[in-house]
């Protein structure tokens, strides 16, 4: 997969609280890995998200995105129903890294205030600059470890793990 | 350095750590279930290493969906046992129990041991002094890898709690409290120690249930000191007094949103659940049965009783548990999950009510998006059981036991 340091895209706003159950809920978690896509936020208010959602989509969500579980189907089913970005104010610790270790960008920006469903952003993922689109205007957000950006430049962690282990 | 940090910087062989410091640590144990495991699986063969790195220190517990409650489920079981055939590690297929119990019974890590989890809730073994970190499963892939994690030095505050519980109030409470005054978000990336004088009077099952709820508020970990040992510099103390926490409620819907027990205003339920590995041991069952005990579930409540473990579910059919449940009204199910995470075996539909010693009741936790999951302990599930609403213990079932009369 190749990495993009910028990322354009519609946003849907989500608002604070986007718990794992809500993403990815508990009745779909045995589903095989190639449906994981059809569940993404299924337990949410936006229970049709999957089908709504285009290539290259961005959530943009307050505080404690992906609180809860450690259910890693939850940004995979994100990712693979086409999500390209997930800004939030704040993150719960395993979401933040396990979107990371699946080459899901996050950025934390405090934005969710300044945007509505539809309109279109670009962010800079090396410069944690978020520009809205249709304003022109541009929102600062917390710029990310370097050992994260090596992670998504590599596509996720079993990319970097294999690169560790001389893996060819 | 504070105890988390003396720990730390012996898993990662340095001389000292701080908050902040990138550093990579030897892990003693790597545990994943049907869940996370079959996708640690999958991340761990495109790493294409033909062995982990320590056989012994990998186990796999099959526990969210056992039995299996759907084919789907049944292939993510024969994925683990074909792997653990193959690599030669540890799977717990007989329904042993939800993981963080089985781990504690026969993997009980040595203090200051680190612990990855790909199960958030992995943070129970902090009840013990173990280092234990909740993952993903290819961060876990990783690690089954590697035998290390890449972690940043949290930052760490100290909850000191000192004094005693009232009669009615129980480790259950003191963690909804605990969530319900920090948040869901309060300690999020950073390591809180338990401390104070309450920590004597817990049993190692209060402070699994305490532990077991870190995530809830976020903590990367959740630890009870050694009290043999200073607990050293931290951010910041918290102090609390335990007489003054209350017999609590987390209402719908998120466990963040803690209420008095008795300022709830009289709410009908439809479903009990008095298990999993929070409040799944043989001293919750014990104040459950005490309570349960010749009286009768009410009429349009559904009982359930999960014991955590199958030791435990063995040590309740020997001390008669079982028969007081049965003719209360309850059902006992295997240990496991069950209906906690809303996968089987007890499920609500649109406008029912649940009562749950579980950890977690975000909106559809259990079931449909509208049925709703208020957290409390063991005690007040059961007396709610009977009323057939939500009720403060002792307005079923006076509280004034032996031990109760003896503080008087």
């Known amino acids: 997969m190749s990495w993009k340091s910028k990322i354009h895209g519609r946003v849907w706003n989500l608002g604070s609280n986007i718990d794992t159950d809500q993403i990815f809920p508990g009745y779909a978690m045995a589903a095989p890995a190639d449906k994981f896509k059809e569940y993404a936020l299924a337990g949410s208010e936006i229970p049709d998200f999957a089908r709504k959602v285009q290539a290259g989509d961005v959530i943009v969500a307050g505080e404690n995105f992906g609180c809860g579980s450690s259910r890693e189907q939850a940004p995979v089913a994100l990712k693979e129903a086409g999500v390209g970005l997930v800004i939030a104010k704040s993150f719960a610790r395993i979401f933040r890294r396990n979107a990371i270790n699946i080459g899901l960008p996050v950025l934390v920006c405090d934005m969710e205030l300044q945007v509505e469903n539809g309109q279109e952003i670009e962010a800079d993922l090396v410069s944690a600059e978020v520009t809205i689109c249709a304003s022109g205007g541009k929102i600062s957000g917390t710029i990310l470890a370097s050992s994260v950006l090596e992670t998504l430049e590599a596509g996720g962690l079993i990319a970097k793990v294999r690169n560790q282990l001389k893996i060819l | ?408």
């Open chain 2, 1 to 408: 350095m504070n105890q988390i940090e003396r720990y730390l910087a012996i898993a990662a062989g340095k001389e000292e750590v701080h908050a902040g410091d990138d550093i990579t640590v030897n892990v003693d144990l790597a545990i994943a279930h049907d869940i996370t495991g079959p996708m640690a699986v999958e991340q761990f063969k495109k790493i294409g290493i033909g062995h982990v790195f320590d056989a012994k220190k990998v186990v796999f517990v099959l526990d969210h969906i056992m039995p299996a409650a759907t084919v789907e489920a049944k292939v993510l079981h024969n994925v683990l046992r074909e792997f653990s055939l193959e690599y030669g590690v540890k799977l717990y297929d007989k329904g042993e129990g939800v993981i963080h119990q089985v781990i504690a019974e026969k993997h009980r890590l040595k203090r200051g041991s680190i612990l990855i989890g790909a199960d958030s809730h992995t943070c129970t073994a902090g009840a013990y002094g173990a280092l234990a970190i909740p993952v993903g499963a290819t961060e876990l892939a990783a690690t089954m890898a590697t035998g290390t994690i890449d972690l940043e030095v949290p930052e760490v505050c100290e909850i000191r709690i000192d004094g005693k519980l009232q009669p009615g109030v129980y480790a259950k409470d003191v963690i909804l409290h605990l969530i319900g005054y920090f948040g869901t978000a309060g300690f999020t990336d950073q390591g809180v120690i338990y401390t104070g004088s309450l920590m004597d009077q817990l049993t190692m099952d209060d402070k699994m249930t305490i532990s077991n709820m870190g995530i809830e508020m976020g903590t990367m970990i959740s630890y009870f000191a050694d009290p043999d040992q200073p607990v050293g510099t931290v951010k910041e103390v918290y102090p609390f007094q335990a007489e003054a926490i209350p017999a609590s409620v987390a209402c719908p819907p998120n466990p963040g949103i803690v209420v008095r027990a008795s300022d709830l205003s009289s709410t009908k339920i439809s479903q009990v659940v008095i298990g999993s590995c929070t409040n799944g041991r043989l001293s919750d069952m014990l104040v459950a049965a005490e309570v349960l005990k010749g009286r009768k579930v009410a009429a349009g409540v559904t009982l359930l009783i999960i014991p955590a473990s199958v030791d435990i579910a063995q040590q309740m059919e020997d001390q008669g548990l079982n028969r007081i449940f049965r003719e209360a009204g309850g059902m006992i199910t295997s240990p496991g999950c069950g209906p906690c995470f809303g996968a089987h075996m007890g499920l609500l539909a649109a406008g029912d009510v649940a009562v749950s010693t579980t950890n977690r009741n975000f909106p559809g936790r259990m079931g449909h998006r509208d049925g709703k999951v208020y957290l409390a302990s063991p005690r007040l599930a059961a007396e709610s059981a009977i009323a057939g609403t939500i009720v403060t213990p002792g307005m079923v079932v006076p509280l004034g036991g032996l031990a109760d009369e003896l503080e008087k």
